[in-house]
């Protein structure tokens, strides 16, 4: 299952583009208003590093108020530079009518942040602007794929726009996107009147219209109504009685077409939401497949089997071995939570296969918060599971929301560890969630506010 998340809108400037004359052919005008709001001494191209060094953060303040009224700093104190994209003048997408969820993208995979953050926040929300881009294509005509000489121009125009609102011009490689996923591949359906007459459509726009953050993942209603449809129209409109026409049952090429056709049902979806319902849907989806399993990389950790191994390990040698480990991972990625807890399972039994028969996570006091980006005074950043975005302000920059709920020992992996980390247990609800004292005393809030939103600093982690 695919994509995609919410809407949040950091509309920063107009984008306006005129088409002259579309079908005399070349001339396409853009014309850029600057964002009025960006001090010009903080448009950088290329930012001085001096502009990195952490911000000071009282520790005192930062980890213990769970509801701040305001983030309390900038996270990243980085401005995107931002100038007239050049645009192909082939490409009959009106882009203005997709601002809000272009500049939204384009925050998210701001320039600097965009690797670091491209697993969790960057690829779920670029893999959305692409389903909605080409559910726009056209939208008076009855195709839900572009053809394919025009998808290239409109994917270049698309990653030009993007990289001149600020985001990292290497997110086709980062995110796996090309511009054929705007053509439909091999999916035999690419028409709207063969959609509608194929697929049922008042149920799929039931199931997708409203996805439920807390039950989509663990109860999903969307997705297989997602892929019902995908089945239905890789089979071209034919009865699914003809088993042996089943994708799965016969070649890969089943498969592919269903995939393929998925990309056309998100395109179809995208219609007919709003693109603000459609976004918030696919990141949704996105943050289903993404929370499932562990992104970060790990070479082997034969250091830390020969200094831990057997089941009284020396815990000054074993916990050396395993900090020094531990902190190159730190400076991979942000990841969620949950994420979290697949890294810290996964690399447990890593170590068990080779032999270390001892809970040295608790011996040496690894946090979940260990397996995440480091930021400024060794706090570590988890992202809450459910989607999220990076959030630009004029004044201090990027930032992100950090979920200080965290503060968990890792899961050292066993047979009944391994049982109670079900994703789906209370509704995305992490284990073991330590409920601070302060949210006691606050009744009416709503648990989802005890995880707070602070600013780091990650500064250290770039240069
Ligand atoms: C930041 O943006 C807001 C609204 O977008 C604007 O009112 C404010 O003046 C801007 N601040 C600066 C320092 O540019
Ligand atoms: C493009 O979309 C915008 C906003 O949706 C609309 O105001 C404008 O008229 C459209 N332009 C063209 C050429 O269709
Ligand atoms: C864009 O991202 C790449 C990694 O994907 C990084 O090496 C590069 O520095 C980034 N560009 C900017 C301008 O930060
Ligand atoms: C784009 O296509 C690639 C393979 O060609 C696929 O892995 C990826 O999921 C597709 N992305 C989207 C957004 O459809
Ligand atoms: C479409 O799905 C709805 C809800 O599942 C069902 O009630 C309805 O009969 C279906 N319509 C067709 C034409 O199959």
């Known amino acids: 299952m695919e994509l995609l998340i919410g809407k949040t809108s950091c509309q920063f400037l107009m984008l306006v583009i005129w088409f002259w004359s579309f079908q005399h052919g070349v001339s396409q005008k853009t014309e850029f208003e600057p964002k009025p709001h960006v001090p010009g001494k903080f448009v950088l191209s290329d930012p001085p590093m001096g502009l990195f060094d952490p911000i000071e953060i009282s520790p005192a303040v930062v980890p213990r108020n769970p509801y701040p009224v305001e983030p309390l700093s900038p996270m990243y104190p980085s401005f995107p530079s931002t100038y007239e994209p050049i645009l192909s003048g082939k490409c009959p997408v009106n882009f203005s009518s997709l601002l809000d969820v272009v500049d939204r993208t384009a925050s998210d995979c701001s320039a600097p942040l965009a690797a670091l953050v491209g697993n969790v ?39 030009s726009i993007l990289a001149s609102r600020g985001a990292n011009s290497t997110i086709p490689a980062l995110c796996s996107v090309k511009s054929a996923n705007l053509t439909g591949g091999s999916c035999p359906v690419k028409d709207l ?102 992104p970060l990389e790990f070479e082997e950790p034969s250091s830390i089997i020969k200094e831990c191994r057997g089941s009284a390990p020396s815990s000054l040698s074993c916990c050396s071995s395993l900090n020094t480990y531990i902190s ?65 302000d004029n004044v201090t920059g990027f930032s992100f929301t950090c979920d200080l709920s965290d503060n968990i020992a890792a899961p050292w992996p066993s047979s009944s560890s391994l049982s109670s980390l079900s994703l789906c247990a209370p509704e995305m609800s992490l284990p073991a969630l330590p409920v601070p004292q302060t949210s006691v005393s606050s009744g009416s809030r709503n648990i989802a506010r005890i995880i707070a939103s602070i600013v780091y600093i990650i500064s250290s982690l770039l240069l």
């Open 328 to 392: 190159s991972i730190q400076k991979q990625m942000l990841i969620t939570n949950r994420q979290a807890i697949n890294c810290a399972t996964l690399f447990g039994s890593m170590l068990q296969k080779g032999g270390v028969m001892t809970n040295i996570y608790e011996l040496c006091k690894v946090d979940l918060k260990d397996f995440s980006l480091q930021s400024y005074g060794q706090q570590g950043c988890l992202l809450r599971s459910l989607p999220a975005d990076i959030v630009f």
């Open 193 to 294: 009147a063969t959609f509608e007459k194929v697929v049922n459509t008042s149920k799929l726009l039931d199931s997708c219209s409203a996805v439920d953050p807390l039950k989509e993942c663990c109860r999903p209603i969307c997705q297989p109504a997602i892929v019902e449809a995908a089945v239905q129209i890789s089979l071209g409109g034919t009865s699914m009685l003809y088993n042996s026409r089943i994708p799965g049952t016969g070649s890969g090429t089943g498969i592919n077409a269903v995939n393929d056709c998925k990309g056309v049902v998100y395109a179809w979806l995208s219609r007919k939401l709003s693109s603000e319902a459609a976004n918030t849907a696919f990141r949704i989806l996105s943050g289903c497949k993404v929370n499932k399993v562990c």
């Open 121 to 159: 926040i960057c690829c779920p929300q670029v893999n959305s602007l692409m389903h909605i881009f080409q559910g726009a294509y056209n939208s008076e005509s009855n195709m839900l794929v572009f053809q394919k000489a025009t998808a290239n121009y409109c994917f270049a125009d698309l990653i």
